[in-house]
Structure formats: C-alpha cells, structure tokens
C-alpha cells in the first residue's frame, strides 16, 4: 500500500507540476508527462482494488462498534476523503473538459490529504504498536 501511495503521489507531482508544451523541442517534457500519466492510472486501478480489499472488512468489522469517538470520526473522514479522490479522478477521465482545472485541484488536495487522514485514523494503533506483524 505504502508503494503504491508513494507511487501515485510521485506521479501525481510530475502530472501537476509539469505541464507538457508541444512543442518539438519539448519532446521529452510531453513523454514525461505521458509517462506519469499512464503510470498513474495503472497504479491508481490497482489502488482501488487493494484498497477495496482493505477497506470492506475493517468497515464491516467496526460499523457495529461505532460509538461516536474521534478514531471511528477519523475513519468516516478518511473514506469521504478517499472517496472524493476517487470520484474526481473518475469524473477526470470522464468528466466534460471544461471541469478539469476544478476537478485537477479537489482530485490534488483530496490525494494528499488521504495518506494524512489514513495516519491519523490510525495514529493510536500504530504508537500502540499493534500495527507490528507478528
């Protein structure tokens, strides 16, 4: 997962910060942007699906023990934020072309803010160290 999240952002920061220019002598800058993209969105399907396998037992697992405390809030915010990047990034395949600056920014702000949210959900376990395979 870590891989995979390092991946995204990685390639996420060349998409964003490195509008190609078509330009024959910018050819390199348009296959590095084409690159990143292509790698983004092989890595963000299997994202999904790693995190689909992840996600669906611990939500079922703690539904029934929610109890209205800051992790179980934590955990509610880490899936709409999750979410939110998914559905932008959906919506920027997708979506008509004239979304695209605003889905860029809310689909770039919710990638970042997901890792933080996933560690602050599960801050109180990972000090515990119940996060240590054994």
């Known amino acids: 997962m870590t891989v995979l999240v390092l991946a995204l952002l990685a390639t996420g920061v060349v998409m964003h910060g490195h509008e190609p220019v078509v330009d024959t ?18 890595f963000a399907w299997i994202f999904c699906v790693v995190v689909g396998r992840w ?19 934590l955990g509610i915010v880490t899936a709409v934020v999750g979410g939110v990047g998914a559905l932008t990034g959906l919506a920027l395949l997708y979506g008509p072309a004239d979304w695209r600056e605003a889905l860029t920014a809310v689909h770039w702000w919710a990638g970042l803010a997901w890792p933080v949210a996933c560690l602050s959900h599960a801050w109180k376990w990972i000090v515990e160290g119940r996060g240590q395979r054994r």
């Open 25 to 42: 002598d910018e050819l390199a800058s348009v296959q590095l942007h084409r690159a990143a993209t292509v790698v983004h969105g092989l």
């Open 55 to 73: 996600i669906w037992p611990h939500a079922v697992l703690v539904w029934s023990r929610r109890n209205g405390n800051w992790i179980w809030a």
